[in-house]
């Protein structure tokens, strides 16, 4: 149980478009998403949080209008970085919070390798 | 805000060998300190967690011990084998945001 899936896995844009990234809670409903950024040999840095129906609160120096979070429904939230360039390139990944266990623990997603050209 | 600092970055050991990897918060209201293993291309997979009332928590070959009072906490594991190899994180949280503050990640190598 608590499986946490995104898509795509691999994304190739080319600078100037946008790109949307899922993050589904399979078996289970998720009061809060997080996403984060990783870029090569380095650690997860946290991006946002999102509460769903609500607006997603951003880290300090994250352009929330570049990186625009939504989370519609229980079970989903989107990630779009808009004008993509490839400074915007790295491996994102979410994680989730089960609504119905320790409030702690987060279910990582597999992640989305973004490469902007 | 929370800061985390996780030692060595990199770690290599013969099988069979423990190897103890460290992190240090400076957050007193940090209160629950999970550990992380990241295969190269994959998402983070929970591997142990403690939560603030505890002093060590152990689970077969892997253990986690906390000292609040200095605040750090170490991740043991023993009897290592090559399929241990990955990149080991440790992180803070606490109640509230819930959110996490990872260590800079140790890569860890046990040679066969």
């Known amino acids: 149980g608590a499986v946490v899936s995104q898509h795509p896995s691999r994304v190739i844009c080319k600078s100037g478009t946008s790109v949307k990234i899922e993050c589904r809670s399979l078996?289970?409903?998720?009061?809060?998403m997080f996403w984060y950024r990783q870029f090569p040999k380095k650690s997860l840095m946290l991006m946002a949080t999102s509460n769903e129906g609500s607006k997603a609160t951003y880290e300090q120096g994250v352009e929330k209008d570049k990186f625009l979070i939504n989370h519609a429904s229980l079970t989903l939230s989107t990630l779009t970085v808009t004008s993509a360039h490839p400074e915007d390139s790295s491996f994102y990944i979410c994680?989730?919070?089960?609504?119905?266990?320790?409030?702690?623990?987060?279910?990582f997603g597999p992640g989305t390798r973004l490469t902007v050209t | 805000g929370e800061n985390v600092e996780q030692h060595p970055s990199t770690l290599s050991v013969q099988e069979g060998d423990s190897a103890v990897i460290k992190c240090t918060y400076s957050d007193s209201a940090s209160n629950y300190f999970p550990w992380y293993k990241q295969e190269l291309g994959k998402g983070p997979q929970l591997i142990i967690d403690?939560?603030?009332?505890?002093g060590e928590k152990k689970d077969q070959r892997i253990a986690v011990t906390l000292n609040k009072t200095a605040k750090h906490f170490s991740l043991h594991i023993t009897e290592t084998q090559p399929e241990d190899s990955a990149v080991y994180f440790c992180a803070a949280s606490w109640s509230g945001t819930y959110k996490y503050i990872f260590g800079t990640g140790t890569r860890l190598k046990v040679l066969a």
């Open positions: 994680s989730a919070r089960h609504r119905d266990t320790m409030p702690y623990e987060q279910y």
């Open positions: 078996d289970f409903q998720a009061t809060t």
């Open positions: 403690i939560r603030s009332n505890v």
